[in-house]
């Protein structure tokens, strides 16, 4: 089983629709989960960190948080062309040891937003 | 606040040689530095961590005699490609985190090919 995995893609939608991204992953001491945005050729870029159960709004995005069913998502609202790009979904451990900080991400999901 | 830049952005180079990128982050003191490598249309790679002032820890397969980390500051770390073969081409990415503070920054990527 893959540590992390992210709904295969790529997505589509319209300009103006929510695009909805899903994550699961396997370990279950992961404490902190990140999405990340990139564009093609370019490193990258945070767009919402989640640590607890529920929802984390900001702004356009929405990121929500299951921990027992080992599951983080992220919704946009009015979708823009400018959305257009790959989104990683990761993940890292709490505090101690080496692995604080480290990330592990998904394979990542291309959504495309047509006008 | 948080940039980190990364030099040079793109370097082509031949095989046999080596060639060292640099990340430094710009408005914060960084005590942990990652750097990931990322082949195209695949998810981020981490290659190693670097705490400042320490070894850097790398992760399994990745040689360490091959691909030197020095983390002199709390603001620059380097990666050191030896003796690069084609192989080694990639979009190389580095990251950067604060003490206690879980996000990590993403500098914008160096593009390594080698000849």
């Known amino acids: 089983q893959k540590e992390v995995e992210q709904n295969s893609g790529p997505l589509s939608v319209p300009e103006g629709a929510i695009a909805s991204l899903n994550c699961t992953y396997s370990d279950r001491v992961s404490q902190s989960f990140f999405w990340y945005r990139q564009y093609s050729g370019k490193s990258p870029e945070l767009i919402m960190s989640?640590?607890?159960?529920g929802d984390k709004e900001d702004g356009r995005f929405t990121a929500q948080l299951n921990k027992a069913s080992q599951y983080v998502s992220l919704l946009i609202r009015d979708s823009q062309p400018s959305d257009s790009a790959t989104y990683l979904c990761a993940f890292s451990r709490g505090a101690g040891g080496t692995s604080y900080g480290k990330l592990t991400f998904g394979q990542g999901t291309i959504l495309t937003v047509h006008p | 606040g948080a940039v980190v830049s990364q030099h040079p952005s793109r370097v082509i180079c031949k095989s046999g040689t080596s060639v060292k990128i640099e990340c430094r982050s710009l408005d914060f003191q960084a005590t942990t530095m990652f750097w990931y490598r990322q082949f195209p249309k695949k998810s981020l790679m981490l290659m190693a961590t670097s705490n400042e002032g320490s070894k850097a820890t790398y992760e399994q397969g990745v040689e360490k005699d091959k691909f030197l980390i020095n983390h002199a500051s709390l603001t620059l770390s380097t990666l050191t490609v030896t003796s690069a073969h084609p192989e080694d081409s990639s979009f190389y990415i580095c990251s950067a985190s604060r003490l206690a503070v879980i996000e990590q920054y993403f500098g914008p990527g160096t593009r390594l090919t080698v000849t």
């Open positions: 989640i640590y607890s159960n």
